[in-house]
């Protein structure tokens, strides 16, 4: 294994010997660590890197999820780099990456401030985009773009309930493992996210809009558990589905999660987290994701009207 596993990094390390000064380099990102949005999240800044220094950007361990991603699979500077058999060992992998990288040339380096040539292994999740870049934004966009079959459906569905004068309001409903994680502090029930709903509806039907909530969850959904709001889901979506589709809505809520932020950030939609059941919403500290920890305020009157598609504000139906 050991060969195969240095004739492949060779094939995407070879410096160039013939001038010193564009020596060949590259940052490999070894982090398995969190779902989807978590990996996604952490390659921004890379991807920054990679469009700011043309230096290529190789992912070891991104197969679960790269087969979503089209784009990626054909990008050449920032791509995945495919050596594992299935049911390698993540540490046994590391141990002869590590002896491999001994040579001098090749550096272990968990922040991407002190990469500076040759070959780097980074931990992705540890950096975060700083500032804000449009122009690494739309690369993401390109590059995380779902399948074709993917925005086909969901865009095909929400059509279906998009209507002059409505505003979509996509709610992530976290479920499964956030029972347990930080000992259900973000778990909220069916009721609460109901009640969560019915604030943001208040609001925006004071304002003659009328609202339709797109529900994604990563359980089964209850419908019969919203009744008084105007709440659909993706029949037998999967996470792919799920995530597009919020990336799409006009607002979207839900507990803190990178799920929800990746989805502000990718479809630029103006995001607001839960961090306690008896939160009071509102809509005008709703905010599009720059950052994990970051968000630009949006202007929500003239957010909604425009998203409405109405030239003019609406008038309160009687």
């Given at each position: 294994m050991k060969a195969r596993l240095l004739k492949k990094i060779k094939t995407v390390s070879l410096l160039n010997e013939n001038n010193r000064h564009q020596s060949y380099v590259m940052i490999i990102v070894v982090d398995t660590e969190g779902q989807l949005c978590n990996r996604l999240w952490g390659f921004l800044p890379l991807l920054q890197h990679h469009r700011l220094t043309g230096e290529r950007v190789v992912v070891l361990f991104f197969e679960a999820y790269s087969a979503h991603f089209p784009n990626y699979t054909d990008s050449q500077g920032f791509r995945r780099l495919r050596l594992l058999p299935?049911?390698?060992?993540?540490?046994?992998?590391?141990?002869?990456?590590k002896r491999l990288f001994k040579n001098g040339r090749f550096t272990y380096k968990n922040t991407l401030e002190q990469h500076k040539r040759g070959c780097s292994l980074v931990i992705a999740w540890d950096h975060r985009l700083e500032p804000h870049d449009e122009h690494t934004r739309q690369l993401a966009v390109r590059l995380f773009r779902p399948s074709d079959a993917v925005v086909k459906r969901v865009e095909g569905l929400l059509e279906g309930y998009r209507s002059k004068g409505s505003i979509l309001l996509g709610v992530h409903l976290r479920k499964r493992d956030y029972r347990y994680f930080h000992d259900g502090r973000f778990y909220y029930s069916d009721a609460e996210y109901l009640t969560f709903i019915r604030q943001i509806s208040q609001q925006v039907e004071s304002m003659g809009y009328t609202l339709r909530c797109l529900l994604c969850s990563d359980e089964p959904i209850d419908l019969s558990a919203f009744q008084g709001v105007k709440a659909f889901s993706i029949p037998q979506s999967e996470s792919m589905e799920d995530l597009y589709g919020l990336s799409c809505c006009d607002l979207i809520v839900g507990p803190p999660s990178t799920f929800s932020q990746w989805a502000s950030y990718y479809g630029q939609v103006p995001l607001k987290l839960v961090w306690d059941k008896t939160a009071s919403l509102e809509v005008?500290?709703?905010?599009?994701?720059?950052?994990?920890?970051?968000?630009?305020?949006?202007?929500?009157?003239?957010?909604l009207r425009e998203r409405s598609q109405l030239g003019d504000a609406p008038q309160v139906e009687s």
């Open positions: 299935e049911g390698v060992v993540y540490v046994q992998v590391m141990k002869i990456i005008a500290e709703f905010g599009i994701c720059t950052n994990l920890d970051q968000t630009k305020p949006v202007e929500m009157t003239n957010w």
